[in-house]
């Protein structure tokens, strides 16, 4: 991997309490840890889980980018459009020159 092909820009979102519903209750919701990050984002394969009865697709994403502090995967990443859970992140070489996360697409 090198800097030049992290082409693709994303969001890292993290889960957030924004405040409560007419009802008192808290709402929670994401809100971003860390915008415009650059990243090189590979599809890696679809499967068809089954839920009960239905079949759903799932899109599984390696996304690759430079290290960045405090990333778990409580947090989220959005592509676009794309909404990908963080299922696993990874320092592959051990000296801390990229971080890769594993994703589901889930949107």
Same mark, same amino acid.
């Given at each position: 991997? !090198?800097?030049?092909? &992290? =082409? ?8 957030? %309490? &924004? ?23 590979? /599809?890696? +394969? ?9 079949? *759903?697709?799932? +899109?599984?994403? %390696? @996304? !690759?980018? =430079? ?11 959005? /592509?676009?459009? =794309?909404? &990908?859970?963080?299922?696993? @992140?990874?320092?592959? !070489? ?7 996360? =594993?994703?589901? *697409? !889930? %949107?």
């Amino acid at each position: 991997m !090198t800097p030049g092909q &992290l =082409r693709d820009t994303i969001t890292i979102e993290r889960p957030a %309490k &924004l405040g409560a519903d007419d009802a008192g209750q808290p709402r929670e919701g994401w809100e971003a840890a860390y915008e415009g990050v650059p990243a090189c984002v590979q /599809f890696v +394969s679809g499967i068809e889980p089954r839920r009960g009865e239905q079949v *759903e697709a799932a +899109s599984t994403m %390696k @996304v !690759t980018i =430079r290290p960045l502090p405090d990333i778990t995967p409580k947090m989220r990443v959005r /592509f676009g459009e =794309r909404i &990908l859970e963080i299922e696993g @992140v990874g320092d592959p !070489t051990g000296r801390r020159h990229w971080l890769v996360m =594993r994703c589901v *697409e !889930t %949107k």
